[in-house]
């Protein structure tokens, strides 16, 4: 009996250490019930249910106080070990099972690869959507990511918008990030599994998505370090991916970047520039130096850019792709931008005061200016405290910035355009932007990216993609510019093919404020044959490698007042258009290199326009008669042909060109007049819907 009342006990309060006080009545109704008379014994039962009843509610109190306590000891774990927003891991227990990862890698000898990942230009979110909106994309990115890792690795967030992640090496069966063949490069000890599993993230994280009814471009930034490679414990490799990932970053966005040795160095050295342009934001180091934009039809100076130098005390100027990324991730290009357009304006209406004229100033906005809430307000203050007329200043946003939020870019552009800014697109062509986008962005030009002009008179590609996008524009009654003009050939592609305007160093490289002054009060302009209405003197190109052909060949036609070119061989020929333009080419077949009809279907490709005649012998007419079929050849004249014969030819063709190219003037005054209309129709549709 007595055992059997202990078990009852130990059932009534489990796994209770300590027992309360009360239980002391118990045992002591237990040991009078065995020590007093029998006809005590009913009394001492009553006394031990008693007992019993107050140790069954001490037990329940002290039930609920374990359950409260086990309760709170696990939202104490979950709180120190996870994040509260996204739910995944936080910097502790990412660390943690680094640590744990770098042992088992030590003990089996394989690499462990640590991610650390930024969202690009999260802070604009945060700034322009609001920080709600900011957390909701956080959330989605920490599920994206959990899709993107096995059982074994590890994603976790950081801390504001960073997340990082543990990759280890494959077990069989399993998805292999690591294969066999490890392979060495110049730069990085890197698997090439490694490289596509980074790229599938970065796919992953970038999809587009709705927030806030509005779809956002998400992209991410990656910085990779390797263990044993970049660090043999988590602090070094956290730090090495931390590193690199502030390299992706510099180097834009939507981009990853493996640790390297040479890179920490870097990083310092730009940590100590970053605290020198913080104090030259301070003392107002920066000058404005002016690139000339240059009309197609008068050939005058129409607008000129606004170009922001470092006048560094040690370095002298630096150029601002040396710091101007800097300053966007550092927001210093916030008060840096608002000091260009407090300049730049100042600077223009002193042009109109010396009697120079009033033209555009182009002035960039960078991402963080465009993503301020002040921004209209203050470019109207600007305009007021200096006295310029707000069509003078042009506002010029990459495409990137402005498709990165379309509704919000499109009522900011509205915004500035109430005041009455031009506006213009940088760097078009290189971004995601379409017709139908366009055509709702109130701006007054294009500007066509330097990458598509360099090339363009040699690649079909380039010429293609400017030729699209100059008469989509002229379409909408958007007038075009095309920046990195460096050449006569490019210039004369452009102004054939109804370019409204150049930029670039053929006709000026970027000068300061009294070399601009200097240019206007010249009246500096472009020579007349590289107008768009403009017919200049005939000229024409022999191609001979025999010099006594070729110069008794400019004698016959000396009387004929022609510009005369002569080239000694089909590449000399081609480096002779690439600078001067040419109406008729007059080649010999047989020469050594290129032959004749080689040297004119190049011609033909890069420079349609010119007439091409090609002078052979009778062996030689089955690859003459092909070209002729092929379009690559106007005419040929095979041996003996007389002076007559020859200058009768030459004239034909000069006939035929001039021609051609009244029709092309028809034509393009035609084009000119539909883009007047259009942009005529443009503004009239925008006062109806005001």
């Given amino acids: 009996m007595h055992s059997l009342l202990l078990r009852q006990i130990r059932r009534l309060f489990g796994e209770v250490q300590e027992l309360p006080v009360r239980m002391l009545p118990l045992f002591e109704a237990i040991d009078a019930y065995y020590h007093q008379a029998d006809n005590d014994r009913e009394m001492i039962e009553r006394s031990l249910d008693i007992a019993s009843q107050e140790m069954l509610e001490q037990n329940h109190v002290l039930t609920s106080e374990l359950e409260a306590r086990r309760a709170a000891e696990s939202r ?130 970038s999809t587009s998505l709705m927030l806030a009814d509005r779809e956002l471009e998400v ?41 390297t040795v040479d890179l920490s160095a870097k990083i310092q050295a730009r940590l100590a520039l970053q605290g020198q342009l913080r104090l030259a934001v301070e003392r107002e180091e920066f000058v404005l130096h002016y690139q000339p934009q240059v009309d197609l039809c008068s050939g005058r100076i129409v607008g000129v850019e606004a170009l922001i130098r470092w006048n560094h005390p040690e370095l002298g100027l630096v150029p601002p792709g040396q710091f101007i990324g800097l300053a966007e991730e550092t927001g210093l290009i916030v008060p840096i931008g608002a000091w260009v357009i407090r300049t730049a304006c100042a600077q223009s209406k002193a042009w109109e005061r010396q009697g120079l004229g009033s033209f555009r100033m182009a002035v960039n906005v960078s ?48 915004r500035l355009k109430a005041i009455g800014l031009q506006m213009s697109i940088d760097d078009f062509g290189t971004g995601y932007s379409s017709l139908a986008y366009l055509k709702r962005f109130p701006i007054d030009l294009l500007k066509i990216d330097q990458a598509f002009v360099r090339d363009i008179e040699t690649s079909s590609d380039d010429a293609a993609i400017v030729k699209t996008i100059i008469s989509m524009a002229h379409s909408l009654g958007i007038r075009v510019i095309a920046e990195g003009v460096e050449t006569e050939a490019q ?84 480096d002779i258009l690439a600078q001067h333009p040419v109406d008729v080419i007059i080649s010999d077949q047989r020469m050594p290199g290129m032959t004749g009809v080689e040297f004119l279907k190049i011609a ?31 005419k040929f004249l095979s041996k003996p042909w007389s002076d007559q014969q020859l200058c009768d030819c030459i004239e034909e063709a000069f006939l035929h060109k001039e021609m051609a190219d009244d029709n092309r003037q028809l034509q393009m005054e035609i084009l000119a007049t539909n883009q007047k209309l259009a942009a005529a129709n443009r503004e009239l549709e925008k006062r109806h819907a005001r």
């Fill in 604 to 634: 033909k490709n890069r420079y349609p326009d010119a007439i091409r005649i090609v002078l052979s012998g009778d062996s030689e007419m089955r690859s003459v008669t092909e070209a002729v079929n092929d379009g690559a050849i106007y």
């Fill in 219 to 259: 992209t991410c930034s990656m910085g990779v370090s390797l263990y044993p490679r970049d660090g043999t414990n988590s602090e070094a490799l956290l730090k090495a991916a931390g590193v690199a990932l502030s390299n992706a970053k510099r180097i834009g966005s939507n981009n990853f970047q493996f640790f």
């Fill in 367 to 414: 991402v963080r200016q465009f993503a301020q809430p002040d921004l209209v307000e203050y470019i109207a203050a600007v305009l007021a405290e200096t006295g310029l007329e707000p069509q003078s200043l042009e506002i010029e946003l990459t495409e990137s910035l402005v498709m990165n939020d379309v509704d919000r870019s499109i009522d900011i552009l509205q």
């Fill in 76 to 205: 104490v774990m979950t709180l120190s070990n996870f994040d509260t927003l996204t739910g995944l891991a936080n910097r502790s227990l990412f660390v943690d099972r680094l640590n744990q990862a770098i042992a088992g890698a030590l003990r089996e000898s394989h690499k462990v690869v640590v991610v650390v990942l930024g969202l690009d230009y999260f802070k604009l979110v945060n700034e322009s959507l609001g920080y709600s909106t900011g957390n909701e994309l956080l959330k989605v990115v920490g599920d994206r990511l959990r899709g993107c890792v096995r059982g074994s690795d590890m994603v976790a967030r950081l801390g504001g918008d960073e997340f990082a992640l543990i990759f280890t090496e494959s077990a069989p069966g399993q998805r292999d990030i690591h294969p066999p063949h490890y392979r060495r490069n110049t730069n990085d000890e890197v698997e090439p599994g490694t490289a596509e599993l980074l790229q599938r993230i970065m796919k992953t994280v």
């Fill in 491 to 574: 210039c004369n592609f452009l102004r054939l093919n109804m370019c409204d305007e150049i930029q670039g160093y053929f006709f000026s490289r970027p000068v300061d404020a009294a070399r601009i002054g200097e240019l206007l009060a010249q009246d500096q302009r472009l020579a007349d044959h590289l107008l768009r209405f403009k017919r200049t003197k005939r000229s024409l190109l022999l191609v001979d490698d025999e010099p006594s052909v070729a110069h008794a060949l400019k004698r016959l036609l000396r009387r004929e007042n022609l510009q005369i070119l002569i080239a000694d061989g089909g590449q000399a020929g081609l």
